[in-house]
């Protein structure tokens, strides 16, 4: 399988339980991983061959600062149904990064998997 990757995505939103939290922005880094033939794009060398991650980073960038989210559990299964759904990804690995939010801690977050990962042409 082929992956085209996205990492260190950076999104300034409101994410948190706390009170205070949903009064402001912050910082979330998120990255992915996508499972995605990308045989015709490499022959063809045309961008209308192969997923594009400019198209993909604003997906996940709209999907952040609009969704408003409690949970970066939420936000990486949301994202994760956004690569598979809008995206044709059959396979996706999603990591949500809160920087800071742990005292003593640089990075805090989720890192999930979802849809099949193999041979994107069915061997």
Not at 22 to 31: A, E, G, K, S
């Amino acid at each position: 399988m082929d992956i085209i990757f996205l990492h260190d995505l950076r999104v300034d939103c409101v994410i948190g339980v706390w009170e205070w939290e949903r009064r402001i922005t912050q910082r979330v880094h998120v990255d992915v991983d996508m499972g995605f033939d990308i045989a015709a794009a490499a022959a063809s060398d045309a961008l209308n061959d192969t997923l594009s991650y400019k198209d993909v980073a604003k997906a996940i960038t709209t999907l952040a600062q609009e969704g408003k989210f409690n949970l970066v559990e939420t936000l990486a299964e949301r994202i994760a149904a956004l690569l598979r759904d809008e995206f044709d990804v059959a396979w996706c690995r999603v990591r949500v990064n809160k920087k800071g939010a742990v005292t003593g801690a640089t990075d805090v977050g989720v890192l999930i998997e979802r849809g099949e990962r193999g041979s994107t042409d069915g061997a």
